[in-house]
């Protein structure tokens, strides 16, 4: 059921479909009905909409509401979608004077609107990008309304060169109306029919996706051959024409990126994990060699040191990456791990954003996320 307007749908949702009221979303939706009627009512300077708060408060239903209910072109995304294209875009631009001008215009010329869900900031190449990306975004007419798990303030709080993202938390300030989603629940969390997604498997056990994935792929012809990935090859336990099992260790502590998982999802409707270990660790110290990572001027005096980081971050972030595309894309993830869910990552650099991680997990458990 579609609905004219973000309010209507909120309202149909307290009245029909069992929602809980909650005061943030109220303000939240009320944020979001008036950047809907300024777009609809053909005013010029429109400001945007920032929706920040814990895990499962509802911001991602929210803005969705909006999206559909928009009668004026617009672009819906995940943000790692989106900076995957714009660092594609702009290599290929890079022989002009400007890319990152000619690429807002382009934006600008085909949407009015761009809705980014999950907003975050952790990669030096992309803070650079949008400290000045989402200045001409803004100025070419582009209304951002997107979703994130902080304030504007403290996105790529601890990063290096922090200096560089500046001039984008600046222009989201003054572009978009920032609106703190801080209800006391986690919606996500609400009572629905359990699918297990999930088991902890001893060593030694059997393992509980080999009847599974028989199950899923019924009918199949059923392969153990490598599968190619973008440019890369990933051993599988086994893969058929709609579902692959792949090891921890195979898919998620090789050289893939999220435009890897992008491919995955694209191509198998769901997806197998087994050999899951404990991923906390102590956090050690890291250092990075002077003159790397665009900003010799502020390494000159010598090494600098990186972030804590332990053993397993670099496998935790695909990992993260891997969830956040499954969930965005509805494909269903059937994990099997040596520690209860719970207990998969409980210390590390990465624990503020494994928080969303696993509350998605969590989710996955219900059967209303949907099934293969």
Known sequence: MSFDSPLSAYQHALEQQGFVADPAQARAVQALQRCHEALHQGRGAVQGVYLWGAVGRGKTWLMDQFHQSLKVPARRQHFHHFMGWVHQRSFQLSGIADPLQ??????????????????????????????????????????????????????????????????????????????????????????????????????????????????????????????LLGYRPVTVVKAARTVIWCRFADLCEQPFSAMDFMALCDRYGAILLSEVPGLSAQQRPGRIARGTEDAAERVVAGDRELPQLSAHDDAVRRFIALVDECYDRKVPLYLEAQVPMQQLYTEGYLEFAFRRTLSRLQEMQLERFGNP
């Not at 934006?107 to 992309?126: K, M, P």
């Not at 109306?177 to 969390?189: C, I, N």
Request: hydrophobic fraction near 45%; charged fraction near 20%.
């Open 102 to 227: 000619a690429l807002a215009r382009e934006l600008a010329e085909e949407v009015r609107v761009l809705c980014f869900d999950e907003l975050f900031v952790n990669d030096i190449g992309d803070a650079i990008i949008l400290g000045r990306l989402f200045q001409v975004m803004f100025d070419q007419g582009v209304v951002m309304v997107c979703t994130s798990n902080q304030p504007p303030e403290q996105l790529y709080a601890d990063g290096f060169n922090r200096d560089r993202f500046l001039p984008a938390i600046e222009a989201i300030s003054r572009h978009m109306q920032v609106v703190a989603v801080d209800g006391g629940q986690d919606h996500r969390l609400h009572p629905g029919a359990a699918t297990q997604r999930y088991w902890v498997c001893a060593q030694g056990q059997a393992s509980a996706l080999g009847p599974l994935f028989e199950r899923l792929s019924v009918g199949q012809p059923v392969s153990d051959a490598p599968v």
